[in-house]
């Protein structure tokens, strides 16, 4: 797992946003209108796994796991994978080639994980229940492995090798499982009790252990399991659930981890005071696994490794200076100007510094790349440059800039309360006549798909139309063909307080997508 993966799991757990629904006004019209992105269908003729018959085998297809994460750039097989985050409020994957031609892989909810191999991507998706689906190089997309019967998956761990699926079933008190990366065991399922099914679903650890994480490591799967109050312990077992045995009986919290030069260690953090006054840092260190089985103090590394390939190491440059003072305490000095670099792994020099500090950056493929700011360096140096695709994703948030605006002027003894629900939605109101079409409205309101508002305008005679969508192209052709649209019938509105509930229709009609201009 690389250092952004630590970092950005740190400050998921600093944030948390919600939002209320408003209150609904009694009924006089309701309209329902619902749009639905449709699910990658499974292959029509999948082909059953064949499994390995050695344990030399299976160490070898371990070797080729790579862990499904939600912050990570990838390369495999000619392609590039980064996610950035749409205007609708979801995550989309984008792939570009090695000739840095790009397609937007796939959208989806907040919390999508994946990985890559041999060019076709995995993708967990989590927030819509999706369960894995593969992307192949051309396009096609199946769906392998769906999620836990039971339905608790939103902690799922996936590493994906190129025959298998290794999985944390019911992450903080679970067990690791391994499925077929196969669509003919798509219904796969955890064998209860007693139960033997290791074509479908082995079992690598007992319901028992209450596994925290796990990760490859030379031919073993090493895992944390809970101990209750006694604290955390590390374990091993081959990738046929033999040889399980205890590595080290007494391990602080923190996430199993390999670093770039193929060494394990628990990645871990302290809270650190800094010289800038009212700001804190969280020091990222590393617990190294020893050849006794111990674990070694916590490294807080003054300059930190952002990752290395077979020819270079590459670091941030010194984004912060960490210094343990007589207290115990610790205090972190901040480098503004600090640039970023690498170092040669055959002579040990430094041999080019970049122009800026790369503590957001991974090395990948050929290029290093900041997925948060869309970013990308070539590693032979250059300036930083707009990562392919990232334009299109960015046009849309700009789009998009105007929807969260919940009201465009209006007074009056009319009220008409509105609900963004579960898309984006556009809301004419326009007086009853021969021309009923956007740029001739009374009002419009644009909510996102959190909001709500109210529209207030003088009694009269009046039409609504109503567009909702994903992804708003332009006032003339609203969400284009993939929207949905409804118009009402005329209607004199005295006043009062309105309210649209989306149930049953009443007193709307559908309407085309080009009927909006």
């Known amino acids: 797992m690389s250092k952004t993966s630590i970092r950005l799991i740190l400050l998921a757990l600093l944030f948390l946003c919600a939002c209320a629904p408003s209150t609904a006004a009694p009924q006089t019209d309701t309209a329902s209108i619902t749009a639905a992105a449709a699910a990658p269908e499974p292959s029509a003729t999948p082909v059953a796994a064949e499994a390995p018959e050695t344990l030399e085998e299976l160490q ?28 609708n ?20 909810g907040l919390n999508i994980h994946y990985t890559v191999q041999n060019g076709a991507v995995y993708i967990l998706d989590t927030y ?34 190129e025959r298998y699926l290794y999985l944390l079933h019911a992450q903080y008190g679970g067990r690791i499982l391994r499925i077929p990366n196969d669509p003919a065991f798509i219904d796969w399922y955890p064998p209860k009790d007693g139960e033997v099914d290791t074509t479908r679903c082995l079992c690598l650890t007992d319901a028992d252990e209450k596994v925290c994480d796990f990760v490859p490591y030379e031919g073993y799967l090493y895992y944390s399991r809970s101990e209750g109050e006694s604290g955390i312990s590390l374990w ?30 628990y990645a871990t953090s302290e809270y650190m005071k800094t ?91 050929d290029y290093l790349i900041n997925q948060d700011d869309a970013l990308m360096i070539p590693k032979a140096g250059g300036e930083p440059a707009a990562l392919p695709g990232s334009e299109q994703i960015q046009n849309e948030i700009e789009l998009y800039a105007r929807v969260p605006s919940v009201l465009i002027g209006g007074e009056g003894p009319v009220e008409l309360e509105l609900s963004g629900s579960s898309a984006y939605a556009v809301y004419y109101l326009l007086y009853n006549s021969d021309d009923v079409t956007p740029g001739h409205e009374v009002r419009a309101v644009y909510l996102n798909h959190t909001n709500s508002g109210s529209m207030y305008f003088p009694e009269g005679n009046y039409v609504l139309k109503i567009a909702r969508g994903d992804y708003w192209i ?17 209607k004199e509105m005295t006043a009062g307080v309105y309210f649209i509930e989306e149930s049953t229709s009443s007193g709307f009609d559908s309407d085309s997508w080009g009927g909006l201009g």
């Open 60 to 87: 070898a297809d371990l070797a080729t796991a790579s862990l499904m994460l939600s912050n990570a750039s990838q390369y495999s097989g000619g392609y590039y994978c980064y996610l950035m985050r749409g205007a």
């Open 89 to 108: 409020v979801e995550s989309v994957l984008i792939r570009f080639s090695d000739s840095l031609e790009s397609e937007v892989v796939y959208r989806g």
């Open 128 to 161: 819509n229940n999706k369960g894995v689906t593969r992307i192949l190089p051309d396009g096609e997309a199946e769906c392998i492995s769906m999620l836990e019967p039971e339905g608790s998956n939103l902690n799922s761990w996936y590493y994906v090798s």
């Open 236 to 265: 091993r077992v081959l990738p046929d659930g033999t040889g399980k045995e205890l590595v080290c009986g007494d391990v602080s919290g923190g996430t199993l981890c390999v670093d770039d030069d193929g060494r394990l260690y």
């Open 275 to 365: 010289d800038i006054e009212h700001q804190s840092y969280y020091a990222p260190g590393r617990k190294y696994l020893q050849a006794d089985g111990t674990l070694s103090a916590a490294d807080f590394t003054v300059v930190y490794p952002i990752g290395a390939d077979a020819d270079y190491l590459y670091y941030d440059g010194g984004l912060m200076q960490v210094k343990a003072q007589s207290d115990g305490q610790f205090i972190a000095t901040k480098h503004e100007n600090a640039k970023g670099y690498r170092v040669s792994r055959a002579t040990g020099e430094k041999d080019l510094t970049y122009g800026v500090n790369l503590y957001w950056y991974q090395p990948v493929g």
């Open 474 to 490: 332009s006032d003339e052709v609203g969400f284009g063909e993939s929207g949905s649209y409804s118009k009402s019938i005329p």
